[in-house]
């Protein structure tokens, strides 16, 4: 059984409020940013390639898929002994649906400059969106904690674990028929860059940091929240 660490803070009620809006806001925004990069139909992240396949061959919704395998992913916490947080659950639970959400209000099918321009701004969006809901320090999403357990429980360096998940995962969803292009690249090669500067950014300063400065980086958040210490990536979905 997966066991959520409990909510509770000691920080003053105001900075607990921005936490929380924090983390719904950014929670959004990575489904809208999801939404902007699969309408931009030039190639998506690895894991939405992975949902992309499993929606081509079964007809469920995209939003649905996504949280079913946000749980499936969870599951996998159990045997490396990851705790989830109240982020980590609502990370599951509502990427999704606000991913459907927002494919039902962008068409599909526009001219290539449209897309471009999608693209790289849904890339933008989930680099903000990742800051946002990293930094409210409610706890990291399903796949990211899977590959921070997986590295604390095997020593295996943050970039190896990292690349044979998603190697894994958009191999499998290619040969479901997911959308692999140039955009799949370019969510490779800019993410991490753009994840390095918001999730500092954005990081909330919390009471408990002072206690805790040793085991936190410079931008003030936990170091067991961020998704990829080693190098600074960020998470492929929330």
Known sequence: MVRL??????????VFVRRLVQLFVG???????????????LGVAPWDVLTQGIAKQTGLGFGLITVITSGVVLLLWIPIRQKPGFGTLMNALLVGPFADLSLWLIPPGL??????LMLFGGILVLAVATGLYIGAHFGPGPRDGLMTGLHRRTGWRIWIVRT??????????FL??????????????LIGPL??????FFAVKRRADAAT?????RGGVPDRDIPHPATGAAPVQA
């Open 5 to 14: 660490r409990p909510l509770r803070s000691a920080d003053p009620a105001p």
């Open 176 to 189: 479901l028929g997911g959308n692999v292009g140039i955009g799949t690249l370019a969510f490779a090669l």
């Open 111 to 116: 001219d290539l400059w449209a897309r471009v």
């Open 27 to 41: 929670l959004y925004l990575y489904g809208l940013g999801i939404a902007l990069i699969v309408r931009g139909e």
């Open 213 to 217: 400065a040793p085991t936190t980086n």
């Open 195 to 200: 994840c390095g500067w918001t999730i500092p």
């Open 164 to 173: 044979g998940i998603e190697l894994l995962v958009l191999g499998t969803g």
